[in-house]
């Protein structure tokens, strides 16, 4: 498979800490790629390195082949992004906030017209685009963004944190979209910090932790190398520990031999156990 990105040395610091620390990361021509981490662990600045919009300290980045260092101009055509906060004209409709996007993509009346309605279609919300920004849902607004990001029919999409804030269903409503722009041949790059987020969605999972990349493989893979089974103890004196298994059989042999005191529980692991035993922290706090 070739690559999409190519990650190398990156290092990115703010006032001495290291927000980025020496990242060598390949992302791979259709793949959908998630960057797990909690709240700080640098994903947003990785993200706006590889867009251009923040400077790294050192490293080497090509995607598609070209040095975003050398030529940033050029390679803004081949990404879209979705930031993590509204980047929507608030006091525009939808339909004109793509207009307006189409036009700095320099479409042509006609094409911009098609384009639109191709897009608008494709989210769902051909029946919303005379609707204010303002004035509807936070899934839609969502979904407004990707919409604009796919204007100029980039090859690879970045997606900071795109299901943040939306309730279960919305999530899953943008998940299905994500999968789609995926299995249509986009390779995705997105942030999250939700665990069932990163096992749902992406194909290949990193682990970032104060800036730098603890793990790499897809959830399965990461997860068999923690062990595909969990056994919880909650013990009296100290709190709740865990110990993890190839398979239910060890684990229940395991189970057999301790004394009758303990609380267990046996369940399948996760990449909630991956991060915690990498870094005795979890993922998220909300
Ligand atoms: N412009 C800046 N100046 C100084 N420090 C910054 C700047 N941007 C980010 N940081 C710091 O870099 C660290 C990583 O931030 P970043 O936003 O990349 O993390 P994140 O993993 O995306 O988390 P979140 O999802 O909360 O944005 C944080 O400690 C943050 O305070």
Not at 170 to 195: A, C, K, Q, S
Request: charged share 25%; proline share 3%.
């Amino acid at each position: 498979m070739s690559s999409m990105i190519e990650i190398s040395g990156l290092k990115k610091e703010y006032s001495r800490k290291k927000v980025v620390d020496n990242l060598n990361l390949e992302v791979g021509q259709g793949e959908l790629f998630g960057f797990l981490g909690p709240n700080g662990a640098g994903k947003t600045t990785t993200i706006r390195i590889l867009t251009t919009l923040t400077k790294p300290s050192s490293g080497r980045i090509r995607i598609n082949g070209i040095d975003v260092a050398k030529d940033p101009s050029r390679v803004k055509s081949e990404f879209g992004v979705v930031q993590q906060h509204l980047s929507l004209n608030r006091d525009l409709t939808i339909g004109e906030n793509l207009e307006l996007h189409a036009r700095l993509h320099h479409l042509q009346s006609r094409e911009r017209k098609e384009r639109i309605a191709e897009l608008l279609d494709y989210v769902g919300l051909s029946d919303h685009s005379d609707q204010l920004i303002d004035s509807v849902s936070g899934g839609m607004k969502r979904r407004a963004m990707i919409a604009r990001a796919l204007i100029h029919r980039p090859k690879l999409l970045f997606l900071d944190e795109p299901t943040v804030g939306l309730d279960a269903q919305t999530r899953r409503r943008v998940w299905d979209l994500i999968r789609r722009m995926n299995l249509e041949g986009t390779t995705v790059f997105l942030t999250t910090h939700y665990i069932e987020e990163a096992e749902a969605l992406c194909q290949r999972v990193g682990i970032l932790h104060h800036g730098r990349l603890i793990a790499l493989g897809s959830p399965l893979e990461l997860r068999q190398r923690l062990g595909m089974i969990a056994v919880e103890m909650q013990g009296e004196a100290c709190g709740t520990t865990y110990r993890y298994f190839p398979d239910r059989s060890s684990a229940s042999r395991f189970i057999q031999d301790l004394p009758g005191s303990e609380r267990v529980v046996m369940r399948e692991s996760n990449l909630e156990d991956v991060f915690i035993e990498l870094t005795g922290e979890k993922v998220m706090g909300d």
